[in-house]
């Protein structure tokens, strides 16, 4: 049924593409609304990460209500819809790609207008420290070797955490409980009250 809908979407997204506007669905009708060519994109990979089952994690995790429901949601929906973009080494940006401090700069950014330190090792200084036991969805989560922090993802919930891996891969979601990400596990900070 996904692959049957696919030829579809490709085709609303290309008349999208097309136009400076494109017909959003709101509350039961169809609401014209002008958008940017990265707005356009972020709502095509939105459709297109919706037909893939192994984002339904990430989809109930955005649906749950918790304590700031709001921002935790949008946290994870601007996230959730930049799945399969490509990884760059000091990409900042979906059309140039992202590494791994430029997803979670990007993100915090736009969903939330919070400006966060570029690297990884500095992101590791803001906020408030979380234990581990105690993560919450839009949390992130930082890990490295000999206690120098190299990467950071925002945690979905039920131990996984959506980053951009390295080269020749894209932003994923991987498990931080088992395999590689549970043994280079180093902290997790809150950024803002609410996430």
Same mark, same amino acid.
């Given at each position: 049924?996904?692959?049957?809908a696919a030829?579809a979407?490709?085709?609303?997204?290309a008349a999208?593409m097309?136009?400076d506007?494109a017909?959003?669905? =709101?509350?039961?009708?169809v609401?014209r609304?002008?958008?940017t060519?990265s707005?356009r994109a972020?709502a095509?990979?939105?459709d297109?990460n919706?037909?893939?089952?192994?984002?339904a994690?990430?989809?109930?995790a955005?649906?749950?209500p918790?304590?700031g429901?709001?921002?935790?949601?949008?946290?994870?929906?601007?996230?959730?819809?930049?799945l =399969?973009?490509?990884?760059?080494?000091g990409?900042?940006?979906?059309?140039?790609?992202?590494?791994?401090?430029?997803?979670v700069?990007y993100?915090?950014?736009?969903?939330?207008?919070?400006?966060?330190?570029?690297?990884?090792r500095?992101m590791?200084k803001?906020?408030?420290?979380v234990? &581990?036991a105690e993560?919450s969805?839009?949390?992130l989560?930082?890990?490295?070797?000999?206690?120098?922090?190299?990467?950071?993802?925002i945690?979905?919930?039920?131990?996984?955490?959506l980053?951009?891996? &390295?080269? =020749?891969?894209?932003?994923t979601?991987?498990?931080?409980?088992?395999?590689?990400?549970?043994?280079?596990?180093?902290?997790?900070?809150r950024?803002?009250? =609410?996430?």
């Amino acid at each position: 049924m996904a692959l049957a809908a696919a030829p579809a979407l490709a085709q609303d997204a290309a008349a999208t593409m097309r136009d400076d506007t494109a017909e959003l669905p =709101g509350a039961g009708a169809v609401v014209r609304q002008s958008m940017t060519l990265s707005d356009r994109a972020l709502a095509i990979a939105t459709d297109f990460n919706r037909l893939n089952p192994a984002n339904a994690l990430i989809a109930s995790a955005a649906a749950k209500p918790a304590q700031g429901e709001g921002r935790i949601k949008s946290v994870l929906n601007r996230a959730m819809a930049l799945l =399969g973009t490509p990884y760059r080494w000091g990409g900042t940006s979906p059309e140039s790609g992202f590494d791994c401090s430029g997803l979670v700069g990007y993100v915090f950014r736009n969903a939330l207008g919070i400006e966060l330190p570029r690297v990884s090792r500095e992101m590791a200084k803001s906020g408030e420290l979380v234990p &581990r036991a105690e993560l919450s969805q839009g949390d992130l989560v930082f890990f490295g070797k000999s206690g120098r922090v190299d990467h950071v993802g925002i945690y979905v919930g039920e131990g996984q955490f959506l980053h951009a891996p &390295r080269t =020749g891969r894209d932003v994923t979601v991987s498990n931080m409980d088992t395999g590689y990400w549970s043994r280079k596990f180093m902290s997790a900070r809150r950024v803002a009250a =609410g996430t």
